[in-house]
């Protein structure tokens, strides 16, 4: 049996994590699932799209103090280099990893 990556292992990787913190019963988020699937098939391995419900997640929700629904963060070796709250446009998704990917590492 393969075992599961805990969230630090994931985060403290070199390719960026995109992390969307949301809830099931949240409309918002319901509209931001598709887009991200979109967007993590049009980006492959350039980043890692991870959901994390905050109902069933509270103790990480409140070490980044998650207090509205979605929230994204991208993750890049274990620090957090980029958050938004609310619907974002893949669009804008798209040029935040791009800029991340051309930066020195």
Known sequence: MEKKETF????NGT???LVDFFAEWCGP???MSPILKDFA???GDRVRVL???????EKLSNTYKIKSMPTFMI???GKVVWRHTG???KKQLE???NQLNTQPR
């Open 8 to 11: 630090n292992e994931i985060i």
């Open 15 to 17: 390719t960026p994590v």
């Open 29 to 31: 988020c319901k509209m």
């Open 41 to 43: 098939t049009q980006m």
């Open 51 to 57: 959901k994390i419900d905050v109902d069933k997640n």
């Open 75 to 77: 993750f890049q070796k």
């Open 87 to 89: 619907t974002i446009q």
């Open 95 to 97: 040029q935040v990893v």
